[in-house]
């Protein structure tokens, strides 16, 4: 029967969580580390959902789309923005205690 060699692998979780995206580099403006990366992305996808609830809101302002199907869209599109934000939050907040918690225990 061969052993499996079940010694931890060491790899120091501060330099990783710190260390810049490969693919980014280059970029001056972009986030340093994955960190920063993952609170861009969200930043962005709460971007793209702002911009989707002014573009419903326009219609409905600028081109009399006031029907009931165009309040609930618009409704349904605020409730998306309401997600995306409170899940934003939660996921960050659970990120940044994990990575708390790593750093102390190293």
């Known amino acids: 029967m061969t052993a499996i060699d079940n010694s931890p692998v060491n790899i120091d979780l501060n330099t990783l969580a710190a260390s810049p995206l490969a693919s980014q580099r280059m970029n001056r403006n972009a986030p340093g580390n994955w960190f920063e990366a993952f609170a861009a992305a969200w930043g962005n996808?709460?971007?793209?959902?702002?911009?989707?609830?002014?573009?419903?809101?326009?219609?409905?302002?600028?081109?009399?789309?006031?029907?009931?199907?165009?309040?609930?869209?618009?409704?349904?599109e605020s409730m998306k923005m309401s997600f995306l934000s409170q899940s934003s939050h939660t996921s960050l907040d659970s990120v940044s205690k994990a990575l708390e918690t790593m750093a102390r225990k190293s």
């Open 45 to 76: 996808a709460l971007d793209r959902q702002a911009s989707a609830i002014e573009q419903r809101s326009d219609i409905m302002a600028n081109e009399g789309g006031d029907t009931p199907s165009a309040i609930t869209q618009l409704t349904a």
